[in-house]
């Protein structure tokens, strides 16, 4: 079992920059791959970005390349994302997942554990 919390989320202008956290619990952080996934009002949950669990290969949606950068420190259970430039259109509820197996497959369909997501705004 694994429990996720998000932090870092708020509203900030165009051009801006924010930093997500989450939190992890459990002893196994390191085996899991990590993703972030984004909600925005009447839309779909899409993918941003993951990061496998010792190999750190990352991948990201086209939309956040260049301007994301997913991390973690399996040290501290903790994973990030760093938003650079933002823009309105990366308004969102955004969470984090965690999934014991594939990368690949977090990135299809998410992972097997959420948080509980935080709000980011972006004003223009």
């Known amino acids: 079992q694994v429990q996720l919390v998000e932090s870092g989320g708020g509203l900030v202008q165009a051009g801006g920059s924010l930093r997500l956290s989450c939190a992890a619990s459990g002893r196994t952080f390191s085996s899991y791959a990590m993703g972030w996934f984004r909600q925005a009002p009447g839309k779909e949950r899409e993918f941003v970005a993951v990061?496998?669990?010792?190999?750190?290969?990352?991948d990201y949606a086209e939309a956040v390349k260049g301007r994301f950068t997913i991390s973690r420190d399996n040290a501290k259970n903790t994973l990030y994302l760093q938003m650079n430039s933002l823009k309105p259109e990366d308004t969102a509820v955004y969470s984090c997942t965690a999934k014991s197996t594939s990368l690949l497959a977090l990135r299809r369909g998410g992972g097997d554990y959420w948080g509980q997501g935080t709000q980011v705004t972006v004003s223009s």
């Open positions: 990061i496998s669990g010792g190999t750190y290969l990352t």
